[in-house]
Antibody, heavy 120, light 108 residues
Framework: QLQLQESGPGLVKPSETLSLTCTVSGGSISSSSFYWGWIRQPPGKGLEWIGSIYYSGSTYYNPSLKSRVTISVDTSKNQFSLKLSSVTAADTAVYYC????????????WGQGTLVTVSS | SSELTQDPAVSVALGQTVRITCQGDSLRTYYASWYQQKPGQAPVLVIYGKNNRPSGIPDRFSGSSSGNTASLTITGAQAEDEADYYCNSRDSSGNHVLFGGGTKLTVL
């Protein structure tokens, strides 16, 4: 059974860079059938797609976050990562790592989510 | 267009049928997927494609689409169906993912 697990600091200071890693187990991140990505949810609000990466390294980012987001993949560790720079309180959210079927928007696996709070 | 629009809240009597809708220009080209999210939990995929249910999703959940509107129908709503429901799809360019704002379903 595929499992995704987020890891990283739960508290980040304003203006700094948020960094999270997702470790994939039970399946290979090198599959050509899926994108790997990040979705976030501010407390009490809806879901927001951050971006996705293909195993080859091709990336797709939410235009509203593109200038601050970098998603990378490490196939040797079966992991992918998120970096979000210049964070503010508005970036406080539960961050989910996800697997999305290639050429669709269908997300069929989610991590449990990790709350990241931006505060000094 | 870069938006998917959902009604913020919908209610249904126990055992009755409810339809939750999602509107957006990209739905004329791409199918919507639907997710159920209960408090404190990650979303769960309930419908994808034309009208497909992942393993383990009850058959009271179904999906449909017409023009720029996708619908999730729950036939015979149960108390455990009370949750937030989100639609998503690709945007018109096909390169990005959109989410609707979510619909809070209350089962009375």
């Amino acid at each position: 059974q595929l499992q995704l697990q987020e890891s990283g600091p739960g508290l980040v200071k304003p203006s700094e860079t948020l960094s999270l890693t997702c470790t994939v187990s039970g399946g290979s991140i090198s599959s050509s059938s899926f994108y790997w990505g990040w979705i976030r949810q501010p407390p009490g609000k809806g879901l927001e797609w951050i971006g996705s990466i293909y195993y080859s390294g091709s990336t797709y980012y939410n235009p509203s976050l593109k200038s601050r987001v970098t998603i990378s993949v490490d196939t040797s560790k079966n992991q992918f990562s998120l970096k979000l720079s210049s964070v503010t309180a508005a970036d406080t959210a539960v961050y989910y790592c996800t697997r999305r079927k290639y050429d669709t928007a269908m997300v069929n696996y989610w991590g449990q989510g990790t709350l990241v709070t931006v505060s000094s | 267009s870069s938006e998917l629009t959902q009604d913020p809240a919908v209610s249904v009597a126990l055992g009755q049928t409810v339809r939750i809708t999602c509107q957006g220009d990209s739905l004329r080209t791409y199918y919507a997927s639907w997710y159920q999210q209960k408090p404190g939990q990650a979303p769960v995929l309930v419908i994808y494609g034309k009208n497909n249910r992942p393993s383990g999703i009850p058959d009271r959940f179904s999906g449909s689409s017409s023009g720029n509107t996708a619908s999730l129908t729950i036939t015979g709503a149960q108390a455990e169906d009370e949750a937030d429901y989100y639609c998503n799809s690709r945007d018109s360019s096909g390169n990005h993912v959109l989410f609707g704002g979510g619909t809070k379903l209350t089962v009375l």
